[in-house]
């Protein structure tokens, strides 16, 4: 029997991290991507926890150690920039044992990418725009490639996967905003703070600058209300949005508002949950932020990667039965997924305060933070 083909839609975290298990239990990944290449750049993300025995047996650690950041703590300033806490980093604090990793995503993606692709069929540059399955298999339409056929389909696109709208219903049935927005964008340059991730509170709104490595990056996070007809793709809309949101904050906003006014390199969205009672339908799953995104504050790559090893495990020990595999995938996994969701929230409460007593209490707090760990 020839090996089953599986189309994995996304490029970024999950899907080649699920490629590179499913290449090594003899399926035959296509990964699709709307994206016409591999960013370089992305705000940082941790591996850590459930991903790390998972990137060690990719052997990919060595790789992502040599591109971490180099973040030891968060430095909690006020208007004149005078710091006035400062917290030690989890992923780089100097604890025996700790092997945990600050890094670019990009430089993430890029090292999942690495590691999958010799046995990869990767296919940029387009997305999936029609899917029809019955009980052998999965016809799929390209916006641009010829029509073909999988036994079995992953949506591993994100937030707004297109896959889960296609198979699963619109997105207002899944996504639940947060009550915050973020904003990233690169400075084009280090930062004078090498070692320190800045951060910046007024009521309801934070700004960071982080020195990743060597491109200090920007980020702006606030509450609003959801927005009617939000439309993630729309740049000027979204720059319009971030700069309504911090007009009269202190610090260096207005440098950094002008510098996001010019870049082309503006990431905006909401900060969501994604909420599914299932995770599979027929022969086609969800996995990563399409099945359950944890919000900004959670842990959504480490997640995809582990996640990515477990669906690709369960498909090998259930090689005819999709059903059964899709089952066990999403038992085991929804133990990780159910508890980072549910504490978002407190997160959110500690970086993004919603009053000055609430800010000038948690940097009180925060004095203490480091002692205690």
Known sequence: MSPRTVLISGGGIAGPALSYWLARHGFRPTVVERARGLRSSGSPVDVRGP??????????????????????????VDASGRQVARIAMPATRSAAGNREVELPRGDLAAALHEAARDDTELLFDDTIVALRQDGHGVDVTFERAAPRRFDLVVGADGLHSTVRRLVFGPEAGFVRHMGLYVATLPLGGPAGHPHDVLVYNTPGRLVAVHPSRGDALAAFVFRGPAIDGFDHRDTELHRRIVAEAYAGAGWRVPELLERLRTTEELYFDSVSHVRSPAWARGRVALLGDAASCVSLFGDGSSLAIAGARTLAEALAAHPADHAGAFRRYETEHRALVGPKQRGSGRAAALLVPRTRLGIAARNLAARAWPARR
């Open 51 to 76: 991903a790390l025995p998972v990137a060690e047996a990719m052997g990919i650690m060595p790789r992502l150690r040599d591109v971490a950041t180099r973040t030891t703590a968060m430095s909690v």
